[in-house]
C-alpha cells in the first residue's frame, strides 16, 4: 500500500528564463501531482505571488534581471509570511550557485541538468523542513 504523499496538489511556482526547461520542470512537477504555474524572471514570479501566493517556489539563479538569490532573500524579508515562510528549491547548472541560493534562505538545492527524483525529493524535503519549523526565522 503506497503511504499518502502530503505535498501532493501543492501549487508550485516554477521562475526560470529558460522556457524548455520551465516546461521541463512543469511536466515533472504535475507528473508528482503538483500543480505548476511558471514565471520567467523573478520580476513576473512576484507579481504573480501577489495575485495568489504559491505553496512554493523552484528558482533558478541565473536570470536576467534579478538573480535567484535576489528573488530568494526579497522573499524571505516579506512581511507576508505566505512568501516568508513558503519552502523554496533552488535550481541551478552554474557552479557556486548552490551555495549562493542557500545562503539566501532556499531549504534545497538541485543542479541542472534536472533529474525528476532529484526534484521531487528536493521538493518534498523543503515541505518537511517548512513544516516541521512553521517559525523558522527568514534569511536577511
Known sequence: MAT????????????????LIRKLLALILERAGFEAVEAESG????SLAEEMPPDLWLVDEVMPGMKGSELVRRLRRSRDRRL??????????????ASELLLAGCD?????????RRVV???RRAVRVRGESPDHVPAA
Open 4 to 19: 499518502p504523499n502530503p505535498s501532493a496538489g501543492l501549487r508550485v511556482l516554477v521562475v526560470d528564463d529558460n522556457h
Open 43 to 46: 520580476e513576473d514570479a512576484l
Open 84 to 97: 516568508s515562510c513558503a519552502p523554496i528549491v533552488g535550481i541551478s547548472g552554474r557552479v557556486r550557485a
Open 108 to 116: 534545497s538545492f538541485v543542479p541542472k541538468p534536472v533529474d525528476e
Open 121 to 123: 525529493d528536493a521538493i
